[in-house]
């Protein structure tokens, strides 16, 4: 059984990074054709993807996020972790990190932070 366990601060300042990192239990980062994605909820909207880094390491992101967006992983610790520049209170949510397949769907989910983007 895989899980997965997000940390990091829950209440980030404007123009400050969020970080958050993920932690993964039960499955390696590196089993081939496995996907481990960042998705968002802002309050009162849908899931937001943010991007994905892939069993290989190369990360993928939401176009619209692209610029101030980095996903990155440390295959000791098993672990991938987001950071997001320049936040703003847009960027308050619940995020998530999950395992997704290689037909996109997701098999496993954190249970969901919540990071509050304000002064």
């Known amino acids: 059984q895989v899980q997965l366990q997000e940390s990091g601060p829950g209440l980030v300042k404007p123009s400050q990074t969020l970080s958050l990192t993920c932690t993964v239990s039960g499955g390696s980062i590196t089993t081939n054709d496995y996907f481990w994605a960042w998705i968002r909820q802002p309050p009162g909207n849908g899931l937001e993807w943010i991007g994905y880094i892939d069993f290989s390491g190369s990360p993928y992101y939401r176009p619209s996020l692209k610029g101030r967006t980095s996903i990155s992983r440390d295959t000791s610790a098993n672990h991938f972790s987001l950071q997001l520049n320049s936040a703003t209170p847009e960027d308050s949510a619940v995020y998530y990190c999950?395992?997704?397949?290689?037909?996109?769907?997701?098999?496993?989910w954190s249970k969901g932070t919540l990071v509050t983007v304000s002064q």
């Open positions: 999950a395992k997704m397949s290689n037909t996109w769907t997701m098999e496993y």
